[in-house]
């Protein structure tokens, strides 16, 4: 080596011991004393600067470095560890009086009056046992039957909890160290909200997940498991005296890196047991993990050993319960709730049942998949459980008590509140009502879009207006806004005001302010002259955004043309996918959603910038393409478009033979496919729209040379000032419609401004660039020319 590269090595060395001693303490401090000081950010970057040491000095490895927390590759099988001071069991007490008689037993024996305990949370999770030699994390083991246990050591090294070398100096050449490893509720929930999502294995119970993980053959995905954990009691020691005291050792363990639970105490007596298993039954729906009771241990090591043991759990410790989290009782029925965005969750409805000191009678089910992943039934008999304050869910089914008979559930085709399509999109597992706009469970949040600045733009109407207005019954749906009367605001404000019992010192002397209730009106008056693309934005479909609106203003230009079209012809508009085109299709289905378009027009709603659809829509509209946005299986594009050639139109294509397909070209297969997808009713029919509006679109669309659209391609437009016959949107749409592109200010490439009264510094910016300037009349000759 020369003397360069062991400078190298030695300067290697040195920084990966201080980045090791810096991830460790930041463990620590992260686990044991819960105050930690470095951020995720931070500690990924020092892990990284440590990895990256690691790969280029491979010296430098070793088993005990915080890298090697991401897990090792599998091991195959779990050798057998002989635990050499056997892992012991606990004795349990479910009530007051097996706890008095329990310390009774001891006091007798020892002749004390007044013994002390250490008391701790009784953790659920796994039991295992860490063996440390002089300070470093040489093996870890299940529980297993208490004298043999199962050699988890990879795993465990995942577990960023587990010290991998011990802190400060004063420890025992030989440790061996008890406790439990544990999922956090929190931790818990977030992985099975990520594991629904991706479809995959949720977990049944925190206990199961800690369990499940740490007998994960491969430790990469045991380091993918959010577990933690506590330390509570030690077994072999060697070459180290301990203290007196159980209590006394577990500070020595927490020095040591350990963490030890910050509930754990010392009190004398069976009162002072009582107080604790009281104080913890009101502390357990708040903790952060899971506990199933306290565990009360004789504190003096000496008094420990001269109350022994019988059989396999010790005379001076017990383990006093709390009532189960889990109960089995009976799933009575699955309703369907529908959320203020529409997604619908099924909810069980179960036969009341006591659960951990509260009567459960619904139980959360997730999802359809999670469903049909339990495969529960109704009339089966479930495991029903809650912990924390985790809403109660239902774990398992118990396939003894089934009916066999019992079918399988299935999600109802219709809202259970507004009678609308529930529908479902691709590859996704939360289901919706498509009642939008109708639909009363989402009424408040459709008349909060529908009114919002960038959609109708109702000034004036807060949260506060829309939840009175609903509540209060003035608000069945966003049509009832243009019905509103001054009165109705008064009478709604009155009405509110003494629900809440704030009627106010004037309103109580006589007098009523009305001028918020005339700008309301008069706001909501404002807002009834639209654009296309504000009222379709305001509509508030699933997925139609901005954007989207804008293209089927732009393209298609009319609202009762849009309304009636069928889904797969909004794929022809750029940018618009099966997902967004099924969506509008759902949502224009639904009687309700169309009765609300209905009301709003008759209640005065206008539309000013209605117009033909675009030339640009002829590319690309013909069978052909539309046989292939129908995603009909088997159909592909060399398919639709041999269909397309042989059939002169839809109808034709509908009711011919399947052997006709086969004249036309198609393989046996593909004729065989439409076939039984035509023979769906409703397929049939979707075809027969699409061939229907394929001709109503040709019969609307002027020809790309007949028409003046694109006049203003290429030129950029900016508007300035107030104009009196067009609002600036108005104004904006209609010059778009033509080609233009409006900007929002001048500069150079503005190929004119249109200038309203009290035009301000963009006019005279325009002036100084010699810019073509234009006043409203010649705006509005020009729109009357080109249009
Ligand atoms: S002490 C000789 N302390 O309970 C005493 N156990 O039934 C050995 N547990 O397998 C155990 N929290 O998994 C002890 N603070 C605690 C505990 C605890 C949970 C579990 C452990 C053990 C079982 C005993």
Not at 64 to 86: E, L, Y
Not at 708 to 728: C, I, P, W
Request: with cysteine; glycine share 8%; net charge negative.
């Amino acid at each position: 080596m020369t003397t360069q590269s062991k400078q190298d090595a030695a300067q290697a060395a040195q920084r990966a011991a201080q980045l090791r001693a810096q991830l460790d303490d930041a463990n620590y401090r992260y686990y044991v004393l819960d105050d930690p000081t470095l951020t995720d950010a931070d500690y990924d970057r020092l892990l990284r600067e440590l990895e990256a040491l690691e790969a280029a000095h491979p010296e430098l490895a070793s088993a005990d470095s915080p890298t090697q927390r991401v897990g090792n590759t599998p091991s195959g099988t779990f050798a057998q560890v002989t635990h050499v001071v056997p892992m012991l069991s606990l004795g349990n007490a479910f009530s007051d009086e097996e706890v008095t008689d329990f310390v009774r037993k001891i006091v007798e024996r020892l002749d004390t009056a007044n013994p002390e305990f250490s008391v701790e949370p009784k953790l659920d999770g796994l039991a295992i046992s860490l063996r440390y030699e002089n300070g470093r994390f040489v093996q870890g083991a299940t529980r297993g039957d208490g004298a043999t246990g199962e050699d988890v050591t990879l795993n465990l090294r995942t577990v960023k909890a587990i010290p991998m070398t011990l802190r400060g100096k004063d420890w025992p050449p030989v440790l061996e160290v008890r406790g439990e490893v544990y999922m956090p509720l929190a931790a818990f929930k977030t992985y099975n909200e990520k594991a629904l999502k991706d479809g995959g294995k949720v977990l049944a119970n925190p206990r199961n997940g800690a369990a499940g993980s740490l007998r994960q053959l491969d430790p990469r995905i045991t380091a993918q498991r959010p577990l933690a954990f506590y330390a509570y009691a030690v077994g072999v020691v060697e070459g180290y005296t301990l203290p007196a005291s159980h209590s006394q050792t577990l500070k020595k363990l927490r020095d040591w890196g350990f963490p030890v639970s910050a509930e754990s105490g010392v009190v004398a007596g069976a009162d002072g047991l009582l107080g604790y298993y009281r104080q913890m039954g009101a502390k357990r729906d708040s903790l952060p993990f899971d506990i199933d009771g306290v565990v009360y241990k004789l504190d003096d090591y000496a008094g420990q050993r001269e109350m022994g043991f019988v059989s396999r759990a010790p005379r001076w410790a017990i383990a006093h319960k709390f009532p189960a989290q889990e109960q089995s009782t009976v799933l009575e029925g699955i309703d369907i709730q529908i959320g203020r965005t529409g997604a619908a969750t099924p909810v069980a409805r179960l036969k009341p049942v006591q659960v951990a000191g509260v009567v459960v009678t619904n139980a959360t089910l997730h999802n359809a998949d999670q469903i049909a992943r339990l495969d529960v039934r109704i009339g089966d008999t479930v495991i029903v459980r809650r912990a924390g304050d985790v809403i109660p869910e239902i774990v398992r089914v118990v396939p003894e008590y089934r009916n066999p008979d019992a079918p399988q559930w299935q999600m109802p085709t219709a809202c259970p509140v507004c009678g609308s399509e529930i529908v479902r999109e691709e590859g996704e597992a939360a289901w919706r009502c498509s009642g939008e706009l109708s639909c009363p469970a989402q009424r408040k949040e459709a008349i909060r879009h529908f009114a919002s600045r960038r959609a109708m733009d109702i000034e004036g109407l807060g949260d506060r207006y829309i939840e009175d207005l609903s509540d209060l019954g003035y608000l069945q749906s966003v049509a009832d806004l243009f019905k509103l009367k001054l009165e109705d605001l008064l009478e709604m404000k009155r009405r509110a005001d003494e629900r809440d019992g704030t009627t106010p010192e004037t309103v109580k002397a006589g007098k009523v302010a009305t001028k918020w209730a005339d700008n309301l009106i008069e706001a909501i008056d404002q807002s009834r002259k639209t654009t296309l693309e504000r009222f379709l934005f305001a509509l508030g479909i699933q997925h139609v955004g901005e954007n989207t609106s804008k293209a089927l203003s732009g393209w298609l230009g009319d609202l009762q043309l849009i309304r009636r079209l069928p889904w797969p012809v909004f794929k022809r508009l750029p940018d618009v996918g099966g997902e967004v085109a099924r969506s509008l299709g759902h949502f224009f289905d639904q009687p309700g959603n169309q009765q609300v378009i209905d009301d709003l027009l008759e209640r005065g709603v206008q539309i000013a910038d209605t117009h033909l659809p675009s030339p640009k829509l002829r590319e690309g509209l013909n069978l052909a393409t539309l046989l292939v946005d129908m995603e009909i299986p088997k159909v592909t594009k060399i398919r639709a478009e041999q269909l397309a050639t042989a059939f002169a139109d839809a109808g034709k294509l509908r009711d011919a033979p399947e052997h006709a397909y086969i004249t036309a070209g198609l393989p046996a297969d593909s004729a065989q496919a439409l076939a039984s997808w035509l023979s769906v009713d409703e397929n049939a029919q979707l075809l027969t729209r699409v061939g229907g509006a394929l001709k109503q679109l040709d019969a609307l669309t002027p020809a790309a040379s007949a028409t003046s659209v694109g006049v203003l391609d290429g030129k950029t437009a900016v508007l300035t000032g107030s104009l009196a016959a067009l609002t600036r949107d108005e104004a904006k749409a209609r010059l778009e419609a033509l080609g233009a592109k409006v900007a929002g200010s001048v500069s150079k490439k503005t190929s004119f401004v249109v200038a309203g009264t009290e035009a301000g510094s963009k006019l005279d910016k325009a002036q100084e660039l010699g810019i073509e300037v234009w006043d409203e009349d010649q705006l509005l000759a020009f729109l009357a020319q080109n249009e």
